[in-house]
């Protein structure tokens, strides 16, 4: 669940370009119309960003220095 329906399409925008590799002219429009077009393209940079993190990360097989705290799973 999220907090209001901004948060959900956000969610929706990022889902879309992950999946899709894009996203489509009314996830576009929706996105302009709630963001406006430059935090709509901040939020699909953001999204490619990270994307391009996590792959790198996961291809060369990093892990986190030994002494780090694991937050996410506690």
Known sequence: DFADD???LV??????L???KA???AT???GVDAFGETTLVDIIVTTGFY???CMTVVTIQ???PANAKQTLLD
Do not use: G, N
């Open 23 to 25: 996203v489509s002219d």
């Open 62 to 64: 990093t892990d986190p």
């Open 51 to 53: 994307s391009m993190v």
């Open 6 to 8: 901004e948060e959900a």
């Open 28 to 30: 576009y429009k929706k």
């Open 18 to 20: 992950l999946e899709q």
């Open 11 to 16: 969610f929706d925008i990022a889902t879309e």
